[in-house]
């Protein structure tokens, strides 16, 4: 049997075994064809049918509304933070609540184009990043073109659990919780999200647009950066990933396969409510930072009682076979990343390796 490890990388990421089965299976010779789907033209029929069916299994399973395009891009959610700003500034200045690492990433290429305002910024008191807004703490421009959100902050480990109000159109920013539970999409004018965490590999990008703000494009721009052109394309006027886009479109097979969102959300919550037992169950030596009504389901976050222990706790979990929970280099402590595609028995394992090692260093 291959050897496979428990892995809690925050992106890339674990994906499901049976999508890696299955594209395995499939890589020398996809559906008969004699060829690679690494190999087949992006305009030939048998990439069209994944294409295609990429794009209607994401429209099924978040329950998509018409007046919305899903479009595959380049560039990651990184890509997307110039983007959106190019696209729908137009002169103006758009809001954006400021939760972590990413979202001052995009409002500083906002800022590049002159129309980034801060409507929110949670480490203002100097405490770092441990939660989001309530809805009555966004400071709202009237005239903003559009605010921007993270709705789940990877290096922080906090999470939006409600969809902020705006009169201006709501941008989201989800590469790390799409598609981990159930979701109004009709309240969001752009959600966008790099695959690499919940949906497949790197290397593509998903932008799902309401209509009326893909509008004519605007005219400044080179036309391969307006959403316009990509919408018209529908994503293929020049040669996309095709095989990302093929491995979202096997992962969104095993999503529809267990439950839809509704069923990633239930398991989601059954994973994170079993993991934060853990650290508030042994509150003398694990420690979570994160405010109770902020903490992500997906990027869990704590901290031992000291960074050399913290240290230690990663090396004993690495000869465990659990990998990949050191945090981010920029707040240091432990993350555990449990997107849709981590089993429970793999929380399991690792709440066990956490009891023990409390008892023995406790
Ligand atoms: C919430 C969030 N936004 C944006 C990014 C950047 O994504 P990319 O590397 O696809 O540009 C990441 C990457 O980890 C992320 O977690």
Redesign the pocket.
């Given at each position: 049997m291959t050897h496979r490890v428990i892995n809690f990388n925050?992106?890339p990421a674990t994906l499901p075994l049976s999508v890696l089965e299955k594209t395995r299976d499939e890589l020398l010779d996809f559906e008969g064809t004699g060829m690679s789907l690494l190999e087949h033209s992006h305009r030939g029929a048998a990439y069209a049918a994944v294409h295609a069916e990429a794009k209607s299994l994401l429209k099924e399973l978040l329950s998509i509304p018409d007046d919305y395009h899903v479009l595959f891009m380049q560039?990651?959610?990184?890509?997307?933070?110039a983007l959106v700003a190019m696209n729908l500034l137009d002169g103006g200045s758009a809001d954006y609540a400021v939760t972590?690492?990413?979202?001052k990433?995009?409002l500083a290429e906002a800022k590049v184009l002159g129309g980034g305002r801060v409507a929110f910024d949670a480490s203002a008191g100097g405490g770092g990043f441990t939660r989001v807004p309530k809805q009555e703490e966004l400071d709202l421009d009237p005239k903003a073109r559009y605010l921007h959100i993270?709705?789940?902050?990877?290096?922080a480990g906090t999470q939006y659990h409600y969809i902020p109000k705006s009169d201006a159109p709501l941008v989201a920013?989800?590469?790390?919780d799409i598609l981990s539970r159930s979701l109004d999409v009709s309240k969001f004018g752009i959600i966008y999200?790099?695959?690499?965490?919940n949906l497949g590999p790197?290397g593509v990008?998903i932008v799902i647009i309401k209509d009326s703000l893909v509008g004519e494009g605007n005219a400044a721009l080179p036309k391969i950066f307006r959403y316009r052109t990509i919408v018209d394309g529908d994503s293929l006027q020049n040669t996309g990933p095709t095989f990302p886009i093929y491995m979202v479109r096997n992962v969104l097979q095993w999503v529809k396969a267990n439950g839809g969102a509704a069923g990633m959300e239930q398991r989601n919550k059954a994973k994170a409510a079993l993991l934060y037992a853990t650290i508030d169950g042994n509150a003398d030596f694990f420690r979570c930072p994160i405010e109770l009504e902020s903490r992500s389901l997906m990027n869990v976050v704590f901290r031992l009682p000291t960074e050399d222990l913290e240290k230690q706790f990663i090396a004993e979990a690495a000869k465990n076979e659990l990998m990949g929970i050191k945090g981010h280099r920029s707040v240091g402590g432990i993350r555990c990343s449990i997107y849709n595609a981590m089993e429970p028995s793999s929380i399991e394992k690792l709440v066990g390796f956490m009891k023990d090692f409390a008892a023995k260093n406790g």
């Amino acid at each position: 049997m291959t050897h496979r490890v428990i892995n809690f990388n925050a992106g890339p990421a674990t994906l499901p075994l049976s999508v890696l089965e299955k594209t395995r299976d499939e890589l020398l010779d996809f559906e008969g064809t004699g060829m690679s789907l690494l190999e087949h033209s992006h305009r030939g029929a048998a990439y069209a049918a994944v294409h295609a069916e990429a794009k209607s299994l994401l429209k099924e399973l978040l329950s998509i509304p018409d007046d919305y395009h899903v479009l595959f891009m380049q560039g990651g959610a990184s890509a997307q933070f110039a983007l959106v700003a190019m696209n729908l500034l137009d002169g103006g200045s758009a809001d954006y609540a400021v939760t972590g690492t990413w979202s001052k990433k995009a409002l500083a290429e906002a800022k590049v184009l002159g129309g980034g305002r801060v409507a929110f910024d949670a480490s203002a008191g100097g405490g770092g990043f441990t939660r989001v807004p309530k809805q009555e703490e966004l400071d709202l421009d009237p005239k903003a073109r559009y605010l921007h959100i993270t709705t789940n902050n990877t290096v922080a480990g906090t999470q939006y659990h409600y969809i902020p109000k705006s009169d201006a159109p709501l941008v989201a920013d989800m590469s790390s919780d799409i598609l981990s539970r159930s979701l109004d999409v009709s309240k969001f004018g752009i959600i966008y999200a790099g695959a690499q965490k919940n949906l497949g590999p790197a290397g593509v990008t998903i932008v799902i647009i309401k209509d009326s703000l893909v509008g004519e494009g605007n005219a400044a721009l080179p036309k391969i950066f307006r959403y316009r052109t990509i919408v018209d394309g529908d994503s293929l006027q020049n040669t996309g990933p095709t095989f990302p886009i093929y491995m979202v479109r096997n992962v969104l097979q095993w999503v529809k396969a267990n439950g839809g969102a509704a069923g990633m959300e239930q398991r989601n919550k059954a994973k994170a409510a079993l993991l934060y037992a853990t650290i508030d169950g042994n509150a003398d030596f694990f420690r979570c930072p994160i405010e109770l009504e902020s903490r992500s389901l997906m990027n869990v976050v704590f901290r031992l009682p000291t960074e050399d222990l913290e240290k230690q706790f990663i090396a004993e979990a690495a000869k465990n076979e659990l990998m990949g929970i050191k945090g981010h280099r920029s707040v240091g402590g432990i993350r555990c990343s449990i997107y849709n595609a981590m089993e429970p028995s793999s929380i399991e394992k690792l709440v066990g390796f956490m009891k023990d090692f409390a008892a023995k260093n406790g």
